[in-house]
């Protein structure tokens, strides 16, 4: 089963959101996502000073498996992108909550969002 952090929010579309990261609110993708996609191979990234709108598709993320769409869980403007994660898509696997995060928002609004206790009722995924 997945781990699904409670101190996170969470979308529909399996992106997490953490509003207390620092510098912007801080976007990654859950383990109920990556166990899904398998092994990432690649991950395209809004770029910074880019305006995202909260379930719209920002970006996408390649795996040996698929090619999945990465929408945007709130509204606001790309602060920073995780070069690391780009450089080596394997840290979103490897560690999705932490050096796998994906960008930063300066957020203007969110997005519906779950609680993790909501998400992980919804997917099934352990708590």
Known sequence: MSNIPDNLRYSAEHEWVDAEAGNGTRIGITTVATDALGDIVYVDLP????????????????????????????????????????????LVNSDPYGEGW?????????????SAAEY???NGAAQ
Request: glycine share 8%; with cysteine; aromatic share 4%.
């Open 47 to 90: 770029e910074a000073g880019t305006n995202v709108t909260a379930g719209e598709v920002c970006g996408e993320i390649e795996s040996t498996k698929s090619v999945s769409d990465l929408f945007s869980p709130v509204n606001g403007t790309v602060a920073a992108v995780n070069d690391a994660a780009v450089d080596d898509p394997s």
């Open 120 to 122: 992980a009722e919804k």
């Open 102 to 114: 994906l960008f930063t928002v300066e957020v203007s609004s969110e997005g519906p969002l779950m």
